[in-house]
């Protein structure tokens, strides 16, 4: 690792002044420490966030509001988080392992970075690491890679699992920066990798997640994720789908759908969700909807089973979510 | 604002197993190196210093993490355990230790570490601890002899002796 300055904040402006000046922000570092060790990410300056006053989970209204410097442990044994969001915890749960659950912050979560083994091989082309330079993948080894959203020049998928639930709840964060402070959908911190598949995120310099609000509705307790994968626990997702479900008078009213492990960010399915609205909870609606998830699928050389078995995820996350009492 | 330049080292002290310790560090020494090198604390194991393997796992303020994500700068003020504060005495194994040994929950010994310390928080925080929680606990840990049975089995029952010992007290 190479040498940085460190910096504990006084305040939040402080923080952000730094940041917007070229620090990096780190808070469990669990992303951040691991890429620096192996010199794909070297920040010459790094801020220590976990001071500042963004923990906590509170709900106000319908709504939940989770501080971006809670932990993922924290937020999944949270008796508000079970009773309202079940799907947060569940998504949480499925994820990394206790003792990381316990360092994770959820604000790094959303901002991870991707699993793809040439990312992390500096000798291997890799656009997203450096600029120009290729994409080992596209001709190498993709069977975790994505097939939706993927461009020329980068196919890795986004690797949360709790982002998944968040595009799918609707949820919104906000950020506090330079310019003060704005509040935008989950779904919008994520850039489609275009050509410029270095630019991940949609937050200018400087700007600091604050808080993630996620709108409660009669959905919401009826939802389940569902992550696949090569074992059993502690691996991420070859294919997940969150999946939530307000079914009145036996037909279904509402629907929030979206999947991780096959996009190149977490990906709602708008198209399966229309097409739900209004059929009744069974199994021959669930596939007919699923079938649209797999639209404009650009599969790999390794990772064509993803094409079969995102519907199949899909059709099992709904009859899950349809269990729910 | 307090800047740590990168050329210096810099003071941090937290607690270490019960006692006060002091150290010089350079901003990008993980606790892991601290522990190991400076400090001289070998029973924290590292293994793939990428946070999977679980070798190096450590309690922060009561919680099982990762020492080798952790820089060391970051613990300031911090409570840290590691395995060397399990056994009460040099001569004597903890109860959860001794059931590893009584069961056969390790071979090489190179998890272990990492592997008591998870334990040792779970048992503390759910004394009721099933075989479930157990599992879910040690799916952060990877070992390459025991095939886990083993240490399920010593887990169960040093969770069983405990809460036995509680009983007997109350
Ligand atoms: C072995 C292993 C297995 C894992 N498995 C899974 C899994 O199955 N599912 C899953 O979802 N995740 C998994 N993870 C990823 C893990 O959840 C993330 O590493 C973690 O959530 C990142 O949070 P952090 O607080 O440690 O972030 P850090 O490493 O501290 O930061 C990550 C990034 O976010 C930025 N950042 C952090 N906080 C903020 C903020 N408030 N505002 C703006 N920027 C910020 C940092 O600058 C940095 O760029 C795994 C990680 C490991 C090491
Ligand atoms: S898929 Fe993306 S991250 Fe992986 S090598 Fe290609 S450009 Fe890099
Ligand atoms: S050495 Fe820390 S998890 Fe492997
Ligand atoms: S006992 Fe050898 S790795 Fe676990």
Redesign the interface.
């Given at each position: 690792?190479?040498?940085?300055?460190?910096?504990?904040?006084?305040s939040t402006e402080?923080a952000i002044a730094?940041a917007a000046s070229g620090a990096r922000f780190?808070a469990?570092?669990?992303t951040l420490?691991?890429l620096?060790?192996e010199q794909v990410e070297c920040p010459?300056r790094?801020i220590?966030i976990?001071s500042l006053p963004f923990g906590g989970i509170r709900v106000e209204g319908e709504d939940l509001v989770i501080g971006a410097l809670a932990r993922m442990?924290e937020v999944a044994a949270d008796p508000n988080v079970q009773r309202l969001q079940p799907l947060i915890a569940e998504s949480l749960i499925e994820g990394?392992?206790?003792?990381?659950r316990?360092?994770a912050s959820m604000g790094g979560n959303l901002l991870q970075r991707v699993r793809c083994p040439y990312f992390r091989m500096l000798d291997a082309g890799c656009n997203k690491r450096t600029p120009g330079s290729g994409c080992a993948a596209i001709d190498g080894l993709n069977s975790g890679h994505a097939i939706l959203g993927t461009s020329d020049h980068c196919v890795a998928t986004h690797p949360s699992d709790v982002a998944v639930a968040l595009v799918a709840l609707d949820a919104t964060m906000r950020v506090k920066g330079p310019q003060g402070e704005r509040s935008f959908p989950v779904e919008e911190l994520f850039r489609l990798p275009g050509d410029t598949p270095h630019l991940e995120h949609t937050l200018l310099p400087g700007e600091l997640i604050v808080e993630i609000r996620v709108p409660g509705g009669p959905h919401s307790r009826r939802a389940r994720y569902l992550k696949v994968r090569d074992r059993a626990?502690?691996e991420f997702a070859l294919v997940s789908a969150a999946a939530a479900l307000s079914i009145e008078d036996g037909v279904i009213r509402e629907v929030r759908l979206a999947v991780g492990g096959v996009g190149t960010r977490p990906w709602r399915l708008r198209d399966c969700e229309a097409a739900l609205v209004g059929t009744r909870p069974e199994r021959r609606a669930f596939e007919e909807a699923a079938q649209l998830a797999r639209q404009g699928a650009r599969p790999l050389r390794h990772n064509q089973f993803k094409v079969e078995l995102l519907p199949r995820t899909v059709v099992r996350a709904l009859a899950l979510a349809g269990e729910v009492a | 604002?307090?800047?740590?330049?990168?050329?210096r080292k810099?003071p941090v002290e937290f607690t270490l197993n019960g006692r006060t310790v002091r150290a010089e560090v350079?901003?990008?020494m993980?606790l892991s190196d601290l522990l190991r090198h400076e400090i001289g604390l070998t029973g924290t194991h590292v293994g793939c210093?990428?946070?999977v393997c679980?070798a190096c796992?450590v309690q922060i303020d009561g919680?099982?993490?990762?020492a080798c994500?952790?820089?060391a700068?970051?613990v300031r003020g911090s409570d840290v355990r590691t395995v060397e504060a399990l056994a009460p005495d040099p001569a004597v194994l903890s109860p959860l230790q001794a059931a590893f040994r009584r069961h056969h929950g390790l071979q090489c010994g190179f998890c272990t570490p990492g592997i008591l310390m998870?334990l040792d928080a779970l048992l503390r925080e759910r004394p009721d601890a099933d075989r479930e929680d157990i599992r879910?606990?040690l799916?952060?840990?990877l070992c390459r002899c025991t095939g886990y049975a083993t240490i399920v089995e010593a887990a169960l029952a040093a969770a069983e002796e405990q809460r036995k010992e509680e009983t007997t007290n109350a």
């Open positions: 690792m190479f040498p940085f300055t460190l910096e504990k904040p006084r402080d730094a780190i469990g570092g669990t420490i691991d620096m060790r010459d790094l220590d976990n442990a990394a392992s206790p003792q990381l316990n360092m626990s502690y | 604002m307090p800047r740590m330049n990168a050329a810099h350079e901003n990008r993980l210093e990428h946070g679980g796992t919680r099982p993490a990762r994500l952790t820089l700068q970051q998870s879910e606990h799916s952060g840990h």
